[in-house]
């Protein structure tokens, strides 16, 4: 295994919260390796991959990035991915594709709350990690406070593996406390040769030495057989049982640094290199065969060709589809098989991604992260694989839209071409959907957030020269059984010449979530004895209750967090059927909505609202207005960070309002964290 060339090969991704130095780390990597030869900067609008205009005029990430670079020996590619919880379906089918990242902290702030969602991103596929706690050069930096805030809001356990030299405007290196070293850069970012650990920070580096040592004996057994033997750990032993752990999971090692100031970064490198998997060191990928039977393919250029793609950009000059490859070898000119749209492709070129540069390549084989140009039914989430060897591999999942707008073109000869923007930006986010709402006849955006949607209607009119109209956002209701109804009956009767329909049903409705009207979604049960309803009828009966929840009786809005039992009905010998108790079934449970005690439930998330301590009182009148409701403070550095649950629906301009009331200086940040009832007389916005 060791003189297979996928061993040399790295897929990770950057992970962080917004403004913690994902796209420095990123543009300092690249640096770092050659693959650059001047460090870009996010304020100058001068960074590789931050390329898209509004990338460069918001100073934020926004759109998946991959490049890839070269560090002894080994290649990387690496995904820089946004930090901004608009974004986060970017970020969950970039983690869908890669088999290690890097989670950037700010060292003053520690875990933020985006980070901590996109480390859940990160739990749910299985992705090793490990962090780097940046912007140590900061004033207020404290390495040990953001290591306990990552220990406390993520729950791993953080092996750190350096010791800071100096501490904010006077950090000049770290320790590397595995090989016990000193590593130290100049004021231009170059670096020191490794020299002995200082005298004056040798007590304490052995101190750390041996607190990481017993921490990693704690979780590997190899490591603690040794331990007890010796009362020590060797180096190899050590950087190996830390391979182990950050691979398994079970601990994530931390290193520290300046992005920004080009310190930590080669170390980092080495770290990546050490302890994050190759495509080699993964399960083999799984996916489903044309027999419906489970099937693996392991990361081996000779096996039957199987591919994700997972981002597409659709241009007026062609459609670039990004792979992940994890089998098989794929040359220019190949014919693949799509297997979720279930026709033929033919690959037109192969490009080695470097941002918006490419470079062309004449085969890709397992292992590797590319961009095709050819293809014209793959969207994000398709499997492509052997047309002698079909696989269906699981798509990532993709959020559901929370917000919407309504749009239309300045100029109603502009109507066509809207609609073609549109479809070609669904095509390229998943995200976002477009809808024709049938009572209106609005067009109606919808996404994950405000931003979302701002930067999606700004790409039309900058890419397509259209004048767009935008109507108030307006958020995605849903409602729920407050107090439920027993004995519902209902009959189905229809006798229209030739056979009939004849359908008898009992229903009971009640929450399937009393405590909170807001449950996790549907359940359907039957009761019913002495079968009166045979079982065929009671699964139509199911599909038609699930027809029924698409629109609920006070708005229309999806029906969500309910239980259905049938317990009764009846049938006739000749003019029952699937479709007369699917029918009943649909129709029953609406008439059973009406008579229910309904709730109406808009969508809630949680800011964090980091302001100067002059300013919290404003803020929280101002949340206190929104209908928010304070859930937390803190005071760190100055500034007080506090936390609240604010509905969806009253957040739009809040940042405009935040800005003044703070002086420019307050930030906030939300995530989305479910429904909440809604008062009676809260506007359906």
Not at 234 to 246: E, N, Y
Request: aromatic content about 4%; charged content about 25%; hydrophobic content about 40%.
């Amino acid at each position: 295994m060791r003189n297979n060339p996928l061993a040399t090969v790295r897929n990770l991704g950057i992970l962080a919260h917004v403004d913690a130095g994902k796209t420095t780390v990123t543009e300092r990597i690249l640096y770092a390796t050659g693959t650059t030869h001047k460090r870009g900067e996010v304020h100058d609008g001068t960074t590789v991959t931050d390329f898209d205009p509004q990338e460069r005029d918001r100073g934020i990430t926004i759109f998946a990035a991959a490049v890839s670079c070269d560090w002894d020996g080994h290649r990387i590619n690496l995904i820089d991915t946004p930090g901004h919880v608009d974004f986060a379906d970017e970020v969950e089918r970039s983690l869908r594709v890669l088999d290690g990242a890097v989670a950037v902290f700010d060292a003053v702030a520690g875990v933020e709350p985006q980070s901590e969602s996109v480390w859940r991103q990160a739990d749910r596929h299985g992705v090793p990690r490990i962090a780097f706690v940046n912007k140590m050069d900061r004033a207020g930096a404290d390495l040990d406070a953001a290591v306990a805030s990552i220990r406390d809001r993520l729950h791993p356990a953080p092996l750190v593996v350096q010791l800071p030299i100096g501490a904010e405007g006077g950090f000049t290196g770290v320790v590397d406390l595995v090989r016990m070293r000193a590593l130290t850069w100049t004021d231009d970012g170059d670096t020191v040769d490794g020299a002995p650990v200082p005298d004056d920070l040798r007590e304490e580096a052995c101190r750390r030495r041996r607190l990481l040592e017993e921490a990693v004996a704690e979780l590997h057994p190899g490591a603690l057989e040794e331990f007890c033997d010796s009362g020590a750990l060797r180096t190899g032993t050590l950087a190996a049982a830390l391979r182990d752990l950050t691979r398994g999971g079970d601990g994530v090692v931390v290193l520290c640094g300046s992005a920004y100031r080009n310190r930590g970064v080669e170390p980092l490198l080495d770290a990546v290199i050490a302890y994050l998997p190759s495509p080699l060191d993964v399960p083999p990928v799984r996916g489903t065969g044309d027999d419906g039977t489970a099937q693996q393919r392991p990361a081996d250029p000779a096996a039957p060709f199987t591919a994700l793609a997972f981002k597409v950009n659709a241009t007026a000059t062609g459609r670039l589809t990004y792979l992940r490859v994890y089998s098989g070898t794929i040359g220019k000119g190949d014919t693949v098989w799509d297997a979720t749209a279930g026709r033929g492709e033919r690959i037109g070129r192969i490009l080695r991604v470097q941002a918006d540069r490419h470079a062309q390549l004449d085969r890709a084989v397992a292992g590797d992260i590319v961009a095709v140009v050819g293809l014209k039914s793959a969207r994000a989430g398709s499997t492509l694989c052997a047309p002698d060897a079909p696989l269906l591999l699981e798509p990532p999942g993709v959020a559901e839209p929370v917000v919407s707008v309504a749009v239309e073109a300045v100029r109603g000869t502009d109507t066509g071409r809207l609609a073609s923007a549109l479809a070609r930006l669904a095509e390229e986010d998943p995200s976002l959907t477009v809808r024709t709402d049938p009572e209106t006849g609005q067009t109606v955006l919808s996404g994950m957030g405000e931003l979302h949607l701002e930067v999606a209607v700004e790409k039309i009119r900058r890419d397509h020269g259209l004048g767009v109209n935008v109507g108030r956002p307006r958020v995605s209701h849903r409602e729920t059984v407050g107090r439920g109804v027993s004995g519902f009956v209902f009959r189905h009767v229809k006798q229209d010449g030739g056979a009939g329909q004849f359908a008898h049903v009992v229903l009971d409705v009640e929450p399937l979530d009393a405590g909170a009207g807001t449950g996790p979604g549907f359940e359907f049960r039957s009761s019913v004895v002495g079968g009166s309803v045979p079982q065929e009828y009671v699964r139509a009966v199911e599909a038609g209750c699930r027809d029924a929840l698409a629109e609920g009786p006070l708005g229309g809005h999806p029906v969500t967090g309910l239980r259905v039992t049938l317990t009764d009905g009846r049938t006739h010998v000749k003019d029952s059927s699937d479709t007369a108790f699917r029918t009943a079934g649909r129709l029953g449970l609406r008439e059973a909505l009406r008579a229910c005690a309904m709730v109406l439930l808009e969508p809630v998330v949680e800011v964090t609202v980091t302001v100067p301590e002059d300013a919290v009182g404003g803020v929280l009148g101002d949340l206190s207005a929104r209908r928010g409701r304070v859930t937390g403070s803190a005071t760190r550095a100055g500034a007080t960070a506090v936390t609240a649950t604010v509905p969806l629906a009253e957040l739009f301009g809040y940042a405009t309002r935040l800005r003044s009331r703070t002086q420019g200086r307050g930030t906030f940040t939300a995530r989305p964290t479910g429904y909440a009832p809604a008062p009676v007389a809260a506007p359906l916005r």
